[in-house]
Structure formats: C-alpha cells, structure tokens
C-alpha cells in the first residue's frame, strides 16, 4: 500500500491509459478519442488523492503532418472537460509532437515532459510521483527520474522498469491508501 498525499504527483500517458489506442493510427480529432472503460469513474477518486495530475504523451502524429498543434489541444480540452465534468482534474498535459530522435529529449522514453512539469511545478518530487503508463517507454521515462511505475500491461512480465502491473487505471486504487 502506498501512502499517498496531496504532495504526491501523478503522472499519466493518454493512449492505452485514458483512452482507447488505436491499433497502427492516431487520435485526429475528438470523435476518435474514446474513454477506456472505468476511467470517468476513476478520475475524481485519484484527485482527492494527488496534489497534481499530469499527462505526458507523445504525439508524432504532429510531426508526420496528420494533426495540428491546434487540433491536439481541442481534443485534449475535450478530454479534460469530460474529466472534469464527471468530477476528475487533470492539471496540465504535456506532449512531445516530433519524430524520435536522439536530440530530441520532449519524447518518452526521455524524460523532458518531466522536467518541463517540475519546471511548471517546482514542488514536485520525482520520488513522490507515480507513472501510469502501458509502454516501456512509459515506464523508462519515470525510471529516469526515480518514479514509481504502473504498467497497464501484461506482456513485461520480469521488467525490473515495471514496479506494479495493473489491468487498467481503476485498478492502481487497490494499492493506493483510498
């Protein structure tokens, strides 16, 4: 069980975690975005938890010309409205909109979104924040700055990245003090 506070952070991919993944596509515009199945319901309870919610997402979608800038930001103020409207919060979202590269240090599995929300929040603690992800690289990103991980996954089976494997976000309440 971890005891968990408002001087905690909560950090959280989007596709695979919040929403549905589409399988060899992208997200372009809301009416493809839709809420995995208990997240609504989820939310409010890890906002009474966690001083801060956070996304960090990549989104190369941006870079390969599918989706602008602008059509990202709709979709993500769609998402938070939702969330907010069934009592949740997200405090602020992050992504990283280019290809991956070695210079680039936004995009997960470096931990540039990271630093960019201490930078944005400097009362963040790195060994106070948990990552919910469903990816490795969700999971190496945190690692770097010493999170503790939750994988929605069940192929890393022996992955020393991966702290707690859960089925889906609902189900990190099990090991939170709520």
Same mark, same amino acid.
């Given at each position: ?5 408002? !001087? ?10 919040? !929403?549905?993944?589409?399988?060899? *596509? ?11 199945? *208990? ?41 938070? !409205?939702?969330?907010?409207?069934? *009592? ?14 070695? +210079? ?39 690692? +770097? ?14 992955? +020393?990245?991966?702290?707690?494997? @859960?089925?889906?976000?609902?189900? @990190? ?6």
């Amino acid at each position: 069980m971890l005891n968990i506070n408002s !001087n905690w952070t909560l950090f959280l991919d989007r596709d695979g975690v919040i !929403n549905k993944n589409i399988d060899g *596509g992208y997200v372009l515009d809301w009416e493809q975005f839709e809420f995995l199945d *208990g997240v609504l319901e989820t939310m409010p309870k890890l906002a009474r938890l966690f001083g801060r919610i956070i996304v960090v997402t990549n989104q190369q979608c941006i870079a390969k010309g599918l989706l602008t800038e602008e059509g990202l930001n709709e979709i993500h103020q769609h998402m938070m !409205n939702m969330i907010e409207l069934n *009592g949740g919060r997200i405090d602020a979202v992050y992504y990283a909109p280019d290809m991956e590269s070695e +210079s680039n240090t936004l995009r997960k599995p470096k931990n540039g979104m990271a630093l960019l929300a201490k930078n944005d929040f400097p009362e963040i603690d790195f060994s106070k924040c948990i990552m919910v992800g469903d990816k490795l690289s969700d999971m190496k990103f945190a690692k +770097s700055v010493e999170m503790t991980t939750f994988c929605i996954s069940t192929s890393y089976k022996n992955s +020393s990245l991966v702290d707690y494997k @859960i089925p889906a976000l609902g189900a @990190i309440l099990e090991y939170l003090n709520f």
